[in-house]
């Protein structure tokens, strides 16, 4: 009987081993389907229930030296920096050294409408603060050099405000910049030290800091960038730490992330109050240093970040320990779509491999049908169509512009991100008045305004 039982039991451990590399297979299939349409380089780590099911490089961090990606590669996280910010004012309000509900003048008395902005607004991007990285000619010309706080602050404090505090939502990383500044003014000492302090060291974050030019060139990961498609091979500058600062400073790997999200995960930097209040959206989705979402039923925290060339995503399924954590070191726009694609291949749900597509050459007067504006009916989004050169344009509103090739006649793929897919369809009246819009398997349906 012992026998059969033990028997049973090695049966139901195997099937488990069996199960955890089939879905470490698929997600390692994923992603290199993506490093091969030139979607991904960079590295990833998968897990779930505390177990590691992909932790691999892919491309190279150095082109020139065609030095591989690695897991231990160092990347800039951009803004997912702002999850680090966000966490250490919770934590400083748990220790009573701030308020949330503290108005900014409490800080900086001579700054404009500071009564009627709280650190509660700079936490949610509802204070109506300018965003400086709005500011192209700044952003072009200075940001790869060393910026004062007085320099930074002079980029947006007196700016007019996007809407009363608390009556919008605008992203501001001049609100996370700020957030920075207030912590250095509580704890007495640098937001460097502060995060290696009260974050960086309880987590054991020993391969993570701030000063990403100065780490030497065999453990980072250069950022490239291309002039058109998805060439990237162009080398982009580095913006300085003292103009990203608190809203995206931080450099880290794949490694001391998911040491990030096993202390978030166990409640051990914050209270597991303090951080329910974070997950919570106050406007658009976005809590305090969170964006909050649905993904196949379950509810993902989760923040993505950008600067010249390096993009990066740190998704978490709180409820089910699910960590996914992408950095890549090109200007790939498509992390939202792959980290969708994990979490289906980790929840067993259907998923489109990516595949090389063969572009079709249009005659101007078929592009011609397309030309105009459509609303996309689920999301009240206004896309213009416009011909330039012989290629078809949409120009979202309040969006960037996006270069479509033509799969066949009435199918496009925005040549950069090639997941985002739009068709054309006759209505009725035999024109092509319809649309269908679909990321990376989320459909949506549109039609012309005009």
């Known amino acids: 009987m012992k026998k059969i039982m033990a028997a049973l039991c090695l049966l139901v451990s195997l099937s488990g081993t069996v199960i955890a590399q089939s879905t470490s297979q698929k997600l390692d299939e994923l992603m290199s389907a993506y490093t091969q349409n030139h979607e991904f380089n960079g590295t990833v780590l998968v897990a779930k229930k505390g177990k590691i099911l992909l932790e691999k490089g892919y491309g190279f961090q150095n082109l020139q030296k065609k030095r591989k990606n690695t897991t231990a590669t160092l990347y800039p996280i951009a803004s997912v920096t702002k999850t680090f910010t966000a966490t250490l004012i919770q934590k400083l309000a748990e220790m009573k050294q701030l308020s949330l509900q503290d108005k900014l003048s409490k800080y900086y008395p001579d700054y404009p409408l500071g009564d009627s902005i709280s650190i509660e607004q700079l936490l949610s991007h509802t204070a109506g603060i300018y965003n400086y990285t709005n500011n192209s000619d700044f952003m072009f010309k200075e940001a790869t050099r060393h910026a004062s706080q007085e320099r930074m602050l002079s980029l947006f404090k007196d700016h007019p405000l996007d809407f009363r505090p608390g009556k919008g939502w605008n992203y501001s990383n001049s609100g996370y910049i700020l957030l920075g500044y207030i912590i250095e003014k509580v ?47 162009k080398l982009a500058p580095l913006y300085d730490s003292s103009v990203v600062f608190a809203a995206g400073a931080i450099y880290s790997s794949v490694q001391d992330l998911y040491k990030w999200h096993q202390v978030l995960q166990k409640n051990q930097i914050i209270k597991i109050q303090t951080s329910a209040k974070a997950y919570t959206p106050v406007k658009q989705n976005y809590g305090y240093g969170w964006i909050i979402d649905s993904v196949f039923s379950r509810r993902v925290v989760s923040h993505s970040g950008g600067i010249p060339g390096y993009r990066s995503n740190f998704a978490r399924i709180v409820e089910d320990d699910v960590c996914i954590i992408l950095l890549n ?121 005009r």
């Open 329 to 449: 070191n090109t200007e790939t726009p498509g992390m939202s779509i792959i980290t969708r694609n994990i979490v289906a291949v980790l929840y067993n749900q259907p998923y489109k491999l990516p595949k090389v597509k063969h572009v079709v050459k249009l005659s101007a007067d078929i592009l011609a049908q397309y030309a105009g504006s459509f609303e996309v009916e689920q999301q009240k989004l206004v896309i213009d169509f416009r011909i330039e050169n012989g290629i078809l344009i949409a120009y979202p509103v309040n969006g960037p512009r996006s270069v479509l090739a033509a799969a066949d006649e009435t199918n496009f793929f925005d040549i950069e991100q090639e997941a985002v897919e739009i068709s054309f369809a006759k209505d009725e009246t035999g024109k092509y008045n319809k649309l269908k819009l679909d990321i990376g398997g989320i459909i949506r349906t549109g039609h012309r305004i």
């Open 187 to 233: 704890s007495g000492m640098s937001y460097e030290k502060a995060v290696r302090k009260y974050l960086f060291t309880p987590a054991g974050m020993v391969n993570s800091g701030f000063d990403f030019a100065g780490q030497p060139e065999d453990k980072k990961a250069l950022g490239y960038y291309s002039d058109s498609g998805k060439d990237y091979n």
